[in-house]
């Protein structure tokens, strides 16, 4: 039997890690339903948290009805999964909240879809359930020594211990598949691979309680050559919600990639064909240089998650750095394009009527006034990247689109920010 086109998509891109009954999965007829789980721990998904909606937007391409569910429950006892120790516990409100931000982000993500994803809430069919009823109809048909055995416990066990709130994080998401199966008719789980020991203790509660016939797979974990973990910049995580995480920082994560990085990102994170990743390697390839596998790569990406204007503006903002026009760019996404650009500090009344020697002058740029005239002279000097003519020109005849910071520059890529202060 040929197996479906979604199924042939996920193989060559790499994003089947383990496959609980590989002729059941293939032989899902179109129409099936399968659910992702993300426990609202965080007011904003995570850049990692992009594969399972990349694999979910396959699926649903390919046919099949996505449902994603949001873990009030699991997430207000903590997954022990990649966890060295307890989770810090939330509060209610705070759950609550994180879901509605959350399930925006998602329903952007499926927008060209025909077919809109299901939101549940695995809240909704835990919080009545009496304890009693859960150890007897849950924890019942699965044995602490199955549980133990799972490699997230036996880490656990291995280390800091696990308290008995964590522990039951397994049978909670076993509960779900189970419901979903039962109520809703969810016959697939999906997962990263890290949740391969909760998905398949789902899947031997629905046979242990005879509730039907279900199936699910995990994908790879996604790190880098180095083996650092995908969505992680020097400073933290890199978060899907641009108050979080810029659409400009995101586009500069992404250029930053190695070359053979660049690439299988491709597969994972994008919708372009292979063929046309195929292209794209051959021709980055051929040049290098140009780093285009990187440059497709940071442009798909932040139109996927954050839409076409916003791409747009990263790429203008991105172009200020090599010269560009200052234009349309407001005075915060400056700063944070110049994050890390050497700086200093003047007095408005000090430098606003001074000739624009004196402005580079003690500058990183220029030591002495002598330096910063040869630099003026020799064509090098730029103020708000606008060439500077006269070295005795005062500064506030030049264009100033920033009421508290001016941008210097040395050549084509040397920077000094000057802040404004009264």
Do not use: C
């Amino acid at each position: 039997m040929d197996k479906p086109k979604w199924f042939q998509e996920l193989t060559g891109r790499g994003l089947f890690q383990d496959i609980s009954d590989e002729e059941r999965l293939a032989s899902l007829p179109s129409g099936s339903r399968f659910y992702v789980g993300f426990d609202p721990t965080a007011p904003s998904l995570q850049l990692g948290n992009l594969v399972p909606l990349v694999v979910a937007i396959h699926l649903a391409r390919g046919g099949l009805q996505p449902v994603i569910l949001f873990g009030g429950a699991t997430g207000s006892i903590g997954d022990p999964s990649g966890k060295d120790k307890e989770r810090t516990l939330l509060e209610a409100e705070t759950i609550t909240a994180n879901i509605e931000r959350q399930r925006k982000q998602v329903e952007k993500l499926f927008r060209d879809l025909s077919v809109a994803p299901e939101f549940v809430n695995n809240l909704d069919w835990t919080q009545s359930v009496p304890v009693l009823d859960f150890l007897r109809d849950t924890g019942k048909h699965l044995t602490v020594n199955y549980m133990i055995a799972k490699e997230v416990v036996k880490t656990r066990l291995e280390g800091h211990g696990i308290s008995f709130t964590e522990f039951s994080y397994m049978l909670l998401q076993a509960m779900d598949f189970d419901h979903l199966l039962r109520t809703s008719d969810v016959v697939l789980q999906i997962g990263g691979s890290d949740q391969w020991g909760n998905i398949t203790a789902g899947l031997e509660l629905i046979r242990k309680k005879g509730s039907g016939e279900a199936v699910a797979f995990s994908f790879p974990l996604v790190t880098d050559s180095a083996g650092k973990k995908f969505g992680k910049s020097e400073d933290g995580a890199l978060w899907l919600d641009k108050a979080l995480t810029s659409p400009y920082k995101l586009h500069q994560y992404f250029l930053n990639v190695d070359d053979v990085d660049a690439i299988r990102y491709l597969k994972i994170f994008t919708f372009l064909t292979l063929e046309e990743i195929q292209e794209v390697e051959k021709a980055h390839l051929a040049a290098p240089e140009k780093r285009l596998a990187q440059n497709t790569l940071a442009d798909q990406l932040v139109e996927l998650i954050h839409g076409k204007d916003e791409l747009d503006a990263a790429k203008k903002s991105r172009e200020v750095l090599f010269g560009g026009s200052l234009e349309g760019i407001s005075e915060d996404r400056l700063l944070e394009i110049f994050e890390g650009v050497p700086s200093s500090e003047r007095r408005r009344a000090d430098i606003i009527e001074q000739p624009v020697i004196e402005t580079f002058t003690g500058s990183s740029l220029a030591q002495s006034r002598g330096e910063a005239k040869r630099l003026i002279s020799g064509g090098g000097g730029y103020v708000n990247n606008v060439r500077v003519e006269d070295s005795q020109a005062l500064l506030n005849s030049l264009p100033l689109p920033f009421p508290n910071v001016v941008v210097l520059r040395s050549g084509k890529k040397k920077y000094h920010l000057i802040r404004i202060v009264e």
